[in-house]
Each structure stands twice: as structure tokens, then as C-alpha cells.
């Protein structure tokens, strides 16, 4: 069984900063790839910003520059720092992990039960 429990979505003004955190526990072998993702009412979910293992790092050219994905590999934690925050920023903020359970087992992917984010005067 594996969870990921995400926090730190808020109500924040236009310029304002907010920092996600997502935390997977449970059964886990080794963690690959882990990514935010967003979706706005009436929207597809979409890709924020992604960090592999490796370290590479890919974002949605909408918040290249102001945002910055991170990882903390002893606490299996991956956070989006998230600065200048705009209105077209709200949206409910998804977590996706990629990761084994056990030496031989597939690499599965994960998703987080989202946290509101909403940015507004």
C-alpha cells in the first residue's frame, strides 16, 4: 500500500508564494520520477513540472521561472516552490510519483488527492 499525502495548498494574493509538499509512504522500494500536475475548473489536468531521479527537471513553459520542483530523497518528499503566483494559477495541485514496491516489481505511478490552490485579490 502507498500513499501520498500533499499539503500546503491556500488562498494567496496575486505576487504572493505558496511551497507544496507531497510525502509518499507505505510499501517502497526505490521512487523514480515525481511531478506536479494541475487542474482548473473546466480544464484538463496538465503538467507543472516534473523531476526525475536523475535530477533533470521539465516545466510547463507557463511558470518557467517562477516556480522550482524539488526533492528530499531521505523523506521520500518532492515540493513546488511556487513565487509570483498569478490568478490563472488556481487550480487543485495533484502530486504523481513513479515508484517500485519491491526489487521486481513494475514501476507504478501514484497520484496524490490534490490540494486547492487559489490565487485571488
Known amino acids: 500500500q502507498v500513499q501520498l499525502a500533499e499539503s500546503g495548498g491556500a488562498l494567496v494574493q496575486p505576487g504572493g508564494s505558496l511551497r507544496l509538499s507531497c510525502a509518499a509512504s507505505?510499501?517502497?522500494?526505490?521512487?523514480?520520477?515525481m511531478g506536479w500536475y494541475r487542474q482548473a475548473p473546466g480544464k484538463q489536468r496538465e503538467l507543472v513540472a516534473a523531476?526525475?531521479?536523475?535530477?533533470?527537471?521539465n516545466y510547463a513553459d507557463s511558470v518557467k521561472g517562477r516556480f522550482t520542483i524539488s526533492r528530499d530523497n531521505r523523506k521520500n518528499t518532492v515540493y513546488l516552490q511556487m513565487n509570483s503566483l498569478k490568478p490563472e494559477d488556481t487550480a487543485v495541485y495533484y502530486c504523481?510519483?513513479?515508484?517500485?514496491?519491491?526489487?521486481?516489481?513494475?514501476?507504478?505511478?501514484?497520484w496524490g488527492q490534490g490540494t486547492q490552490v487559489t490565487v485571488s485579490s
Open positions: 504523481n510519483t513513479g515508484l517500485r514496491t519491491s526489487s521486481s516489481a513494475p514501476i507504478r505511478y501514484y
Open positions: 507505505g510499501s517502497i522500494f526505490s521512487i523514480y520520477g
Open positions: 523531476l526525475t531521479s536523475g535530477g533533470s527537471t
